[in-house]
C-alpha cells in the first residue's frame, strides 16, 4: 500500500462519513447555536470539570 492509496482511502472514508451525517440530519441554520455567544443573553449549558460549586 502506497501512501496515496491509504490517504484516498482515508479521504473517502471521511467524506462519506461527512455524507452519512448530512443525509441522517440535514444541518438547519435556524435552529443552530451561535457560533460565538458573546452578549446573546444564552447561558452555557453542559458541564464543565473545572466549574466550582456555588
Same mark, same amino acid.
Given at each position: 500500500? !502506497? $501512501? $496515496?492509496? !491509504?490517504?484516498? =482511502?482515508? +479521504?473517502? *472514508? +471521511?467524506?462519506?462519513? =461527512?455524507?452519512?451525517?448530512?443525509?441522517? %440530519?440535514?444541518?438547519? /441554520?435556524?435552529?443552530?447555536? /451561535?457560533?460565538?455567544? =458573546?452578549? %446573546?443573553?444564552?447561558? *452555557?449549558?453542559?458541564?464543565?470539570?473545572?466549574?466550582? /460549586?456555588?
Amino acid at each position: 500500500m !502506497t $501512501r $496515496r492509496f !491509504t490517504a484516498g =482511502i482515508a +479521504v473517502l *472514508a +471521511v467524506a462519506g462519513l =461527512i455524507g452519512w451525517d448530512l443525509k441522517a %440530519s440535514p444541518p438547519n /441554520p435556524y435552529a443552530a447555536p /451561535p457560533i460565538l455567544a =458573546i452578549g %446573546s443573553g444564552l447561558s *452555557a449549558a453542559g458541564g464543565f470539570c473545572g466549574a466550582l /460549586p456555588n
